[in-house]
């Protein structure tokens, strides 16, 4: 006899089967750039939400897992991807009391220079 924990957990592992990769990609990606834009400031209390140090390591993880995925999933997936990444770059720059020298903004060394 298996615990409910268990039942929960194959029927975790049965949902996650029958999702494409694309999906999953898209939705991590979403997740990545809701974060990254609370922490840019771009929500309710900037004043107490932003973390500049965190929405670089946040920008910077969704500029590589869209570069990496961007020749797997199609163009019109990518492209929005790419367009909300590149959104939240120009957000951090603006956000910046000094900003970084074009080319090393988070995720830069993925995307290039963002301008």
């Known amino acids: 006899m298996t615990s ?12 996650i089967a029958d999702v494409a990769a694309v999906e999953i990609i898209t939705t991590a990606s979403v997740h990545l750039m809701s ?6 400031g771009l929500a309710d209390d900037p004043e107490a939400q932003t973390d ?3 929405a ?8 590589g897992l869209i570069t990496a ?15 909300g990444l590149r959104s939240l770059q120009l957000a ?8 970084d020298p074009i080319g090393q903004g988070p995720g ?5 220079p963002v301008n």
């Open 4 to 15: 409910s924990n268990e039942q929960e957990a194959l029927q975790a592992t049965r949902d």
């Open 69 to 83: 995925a961007a020749p797997d999933i199609s163009d019109m997936h990518a492209r929005s991807l790419r367009d």
């Open 52 to 54: 500049l140090d965190e």
């Open 56 to 63: 670089r390591k946040l920008i910077t993880a969704l500029a």
């Open 92 to 99: 951090f720059r603006e956000a910046s009391a000094i900003p």
């Open 35 to 40: 974060a990254a834009a609370v922490k840019v």
């Open 108 to 112: 830069e060394k993925f995307t290039g």
